[in-house]
């Protein structure tokens, strides 16, 4: 069985009339064991973008890619393949099939590279008709728990009417998981995170065609690798307390704040997926009602917990002082992550503001996000920004914008704001 950790980073000590409370939560599993494939506890389906755009190196790409990942599913595994355009189909099992998804066996292996491999280019974009065709087949295995799918695209949300992908989107949220990729400079970064972030995966650039073979063969490893297929963040706050916000911090910046649901008056769950032998960081903030000087109280009890049952717990701790060398230390761990998230947003709202043509408004942001990629130790980050402004003084971010930058330079930026450093303890 699992076993669940969770350690509580944070300056308990508020100065008079403070009402406040952070902490980085930092939830980590052990012997989390292999997704329970041979009990035929996972499903898996594969979503390949057919439309006209597709045609040529991008298709044979994708049905390289999508063969290979279909190597790395696990026997047992509850599959389906599903082909996009305007309209979405079951490539496999084969139309006329009896069963709406099949369990991973050789033959099945064999006949699906087949069918992967007679995918055709043809028709519009319309996401939405994907995922609903994805969700109706998860359906149909209420024994698998665990359920994961990868979509591909190379194209914008073009075919269908405005709203449909959100309003699909919203109705599939908490199904599935789904790591969505994109292939090229055409498609939309905002319209594929949309889907990623409610439903609980990644959004990635595959800027050559030649590499989505090796992204789809992690992405399944990844998936096949996860032995607890649900686990949700429970806050519990006292009577009167309000919890501001709930996020993952690392390994991405995800806002868990909406997905909220009751366990009791006191207490909300929040979602957080299938898990592997990994560490996650969450941000947990809560106002409390201020207290005398030498107050001590519960702010929040974090736990992690399992099909109902809690498997971990830290507590929140506010202490009230007038000692300005207690109340003034910042926590490390709160500070990092504070400015992660921040230089997520100051990124895509300058690529935002950039795209919009407000120059003056995109400087700003980006040298803001320039600053912070470098308080944070994000070098990453600030290797990806010079490829979109050039830098003048990161520590003011004083920065101006490159004319003529690639298309494919930006959207690696976007896709990667949201990526974090881990704090150095």
Known sequence: MAVFTAEVFQNEFLPDGATDVHAIVTVTSS????????????????????????????????????????????????????GGSHVAQRVFPYPNAVLDMVQMEPGARAEAKRAIGSLRPSGGTAMSTWLALADRLFATVPQAPQRHAILLTDGKNESEPRGALSSVVSRVTGHFQCDARGVGANWQVDELREISTALLGTV??????????????????????????????????????????????????????????????????????????????????????????????????VQVAVGGEVLSSGLVKARWSDD????????????????????????????????????????VK????????????????????????????????????????????????????????????
Request: hydrophobic share 40%; glycine share 8%.
């Open 31 to 82: 012997e989390a064991g292999t997704a329970a494939a041979s009990s035929g506890g996972v499903a898996e389906i594969i979503m390949v973008d057919t439309s006209g755009s597709m045609s040529g190196r991008n298709l044979d790409a994708a049905k390289h890619a999508a063969q290979v990942a279909v190597d790395q599913i696990a026997d047992g595994t509850w599959f389906a393949i599903i």
């Open 204 to 301: 990635d650039l595959i800027a050559r065609p030649e590499d989505i073979a090796a992204d789809f063969s992690a992405l399944v490893q990844r998936s096949m690798s996860r032995g607890v297929a649900d686990a949700e963040l429970r806050v519990w706050a006292p009577q009167g307390a309000q919890v501001l916000f709930v996020r993952q911090v690392s390994p991405t910046v995800e806002d868990l704040t909406t997905r909220r649901s009751v366990v009791n008056p006191l207490t909300g769950a929040y979602p957080t997926g299938s898990w592997g032998d990994e560490s996650r960081d969450y941000h947990v903030a809560v106002r409390v009602a201020s207290k005398p000087v030498g107050s001590e109280q519960l702010a929040a009890r």
């Open 366 to 425: 980006l040298g803001r996000a320039v600053q912070l990629a470098q308080e944070t130790g994000n070098d990453e980050a600030t290797s990806r920004l010079r490829r979109v402004v050039d830098i003048d003084d990161a520590d003011h971010g004083t920065v101006r914008l490159k004319r003529n930058t690639d298309r494919l330079d930006e959207m690696a930026l976007d896709t990667a704001s949201t990526k974090t450093t881990r704090v150095r303890r």
């Open 324 to 363: 300005d060398a207690l109340t003034a230390r910042i926590s490390p761990e709160v500070a990092h992550y504070t400015g992660q998230a921040e230089l997520a947003s100051a990124i895509q709202e300058g690529l935002a503001a950039k795209a919009a043509g407000d120059e003056a408004t995109a400087t």
